[in-house]
């Protein structure tokens, strides 16, 4: 299906939706040079050398009923291009209106319209990148911060597909061996003694290992980092949700308990953007209604990349002690709690001691919430850094992936250790490096190109 239409010059406009100073409209196939050439002149002597990998001319698009556009052309004329085929990009005014008539008059002269996601593909089968790069395209266009930006880049970059190429690599070598021996089995030759073979299968499963459990880390429910407002009831937790928030969508009451459901909403902090979740208030004596809420709202904590364990710094000697008891209970189930006294503006020198070391804010009057934004912002990032390898679509798609891949090798293992023959040693090991090939893409289905490919926008 793909491979049939690869000789197609297909088109799109490449650029962001809306009107800009620039828009790009982008063409790949066999024919791309020529067939721009139908609609694009040159100002400038000559036409650009073959040979070259890329140039770029100045010159004008022609529209009918246009006048003539300024267009930069910048071209690859040879494979050496995003998309392995020759390819133009016209740069011209990014008015949606021009750039929808440009694509109109290439499609009069045999441009089909571009698929979603079908320059991305080509690059894919052109062997220009693996799969889990190419999603690490969508990864790019769809990161909401920093963080989710960083991770696709590093995914772009190779950084999981240099893994898992370096594994796939060590594994067909411990492949050779073994089937090796194989060949020469009557001559009683040992190319890989089973000691090197168990020590080769088990760093493997030690990689895979350490992969599936960063898989397991980004399978968010929106792929957010999650901050929790966590603290006794009445700590001015919800206060500080619609102030963080910029909306009134937590009821603020001087009664305690008044949350009894949990709210979220985005919050910027720095380059990051957060999913912040207001709970209802951790006191271990609820029951009905109440205790479901308290049950809702520790398994918000429990999912949580940080918890803020909000302290009103107001509250009596007998409020510190169960304070401070929920919160040794709940530091004994989560590691990314920081601790923050709320209602700052009500400290007072009889109150200043209990504050002293602790980050002190105040949701009324604004004091401290520039500086906890970049606290969040800081301690998210510090330790979620290393977890986040993957993309999320790409975390998703492998995690069946990784496990069948490691259920292989371990099977190899037993079989080596149990002192089975080589073929069964060999059969897991290969079955494991045939389901790795599934991540990177060098084992693919149809359905599963369609499956990747179609939540890309199309010019991409």
């Known amino acids: 299906m793909f491979t049939a239409e690869l000789d197609q010059t297909i088109a799109a406009v490449a650029s962001a939706p809306g009107g800009a100073g620039r828009g790009i409209v982008r063409v790949s196939g066999v024919e791309a040079v020529a067939l721009v050439d139908r609609v694009f002149a040159s100002t400038e002597t000559g036409d650009g050398p073959a040979s070259k990998i890329s140039y770029r001319?100045?010159?004008t698009v022609t529209i009918p009923d246009f006048p003539p556009v300024l267009t930069d052309a910048w071209v690859w004329p040879t494979a050496r291009s995003y998309t392995g085929q020759p390819m133009v990009e016209l740069h011209l005014p990014g008015s949606p209106p021009l750039l929808e008539r440009v694509l109109e008059t290439l499609f009069q002269h045999g441009v089909r319209p571009a698929r979603a996601g079908e320059f991305t593909l080509r690059a894919f089968l052109a062997g220009r990148m693996d799969l889990a790069q190419a999603e690490a395209v969508l990864g790019v266009i769809d990161a909401d911060d920093h963080e989710e930006l960083t991770t696709a880049l590093n995914q772009l970059a190779g950084g999981l597909s240099g893994k898992l190429l370096q594994l796939r690599g060590d594994l067909?070598?411990?492949?050779?061996?073994?089937?090796a021996g194989l060949d020469f089995v009557e001559e009683d030759i040992e190319f890989v003694s089973r000691e090197q073979v168990m020590r080769r299968l088990q760093h493997g499963i030690d990689i895979?290992?350490?992969?599936?459990?960063?898989a397991?880390?980004?399978?968010?429910?929106?792929?957010?980092?999650?901050v929790v407002l966590a603290g006794l009831p009445n700590a001015g937790k919800s206060t500080l949700f619609n102030t963080l928030s910029k909306t009134d969508d937590a009821i603020v009451s001087s009664v305690a308990g008044t949350t009894r459901d949990y709210l979220s909403a985005k919050v910027s902090c720095g380059d990051l953007s957060v999913e912040l979740i207001d709970t209802a208030g951790l006191d271990q004596s609820e029951s009905g209604i109440d205790g479901a809420a308290?049950?809702?709202?520790?398994?918000?904590?429990?999912?949580?990349?940080?918890?803020?364990?909000?302290?009103?710094?107001?509250?009596?000697?007998?409020?510190?002690a169960a304070d401070e008891t929920a919160l040794q209970n709940l530091k004994a189930k989560h590691d990314r709690i920081v601790v923050i006294k709320t209602r700052g503006d009500l400290l007072t020198d009889s109150f200043r001691k209990d504050a002293e070391g602790t980050p002190v804010v105040s949701a009324a009057g604004g004091e401290g919430l520039a500086e906890l934004r970049e606290l969040i912002a800081e301690t998210v990032s510090r330790s979620s850094q290393g977890e986040r390898q993957f993309v999320g679509s790409t975390a998703a798609r492998s995690r069946d992936s990784l496990r069948?891949?490691?259920?292989?090798?371990q099977r190899a293992h037993e079989a080596a250790d149990g002192r089975f023959g080589d073929e069964l040693v060999a059969f897991e090991t290969?079955?494991?490096?045939?389901?790795?090939?599934?991540?990177?893409?060098?084992?693919?289905?149809?359905?599963?190109?369609?499956?990747?490919?179609s939540r890309f926008c199309i010019g991409k």
């Open 404 to 409: 069948r891949s490691r259920e292989s090798l």
């Open 430 to 453: 290969r079955a494991g490096i045939e389901t790795l090939g599934e991540i990177v893409g060098t084992i693919y289905t149809d359905d599963l190109l369609d499956q990747i490919f």
């Open 216 to 226: 397991d880390g980004r399978m968010l429910s929106d792929d957010q980092l999650r």
């Open 172 to 179: 067909l070598e411990l492949l050779a061996d073994l089937e």
């Open 208 to 214: 895979i290992r350490l992969l599936e459990e960063q």
């Open 57 to 59: 001319a100045t010159g």
């Open 294 to 320: 308290q049950q809702l709202g520790g398994g918000q904590v429990g999912e949580a990349d940080l918890v803020l364990w909000c302290s009103a710094i107001d509250g009596q000697e007998e409020d510190h």
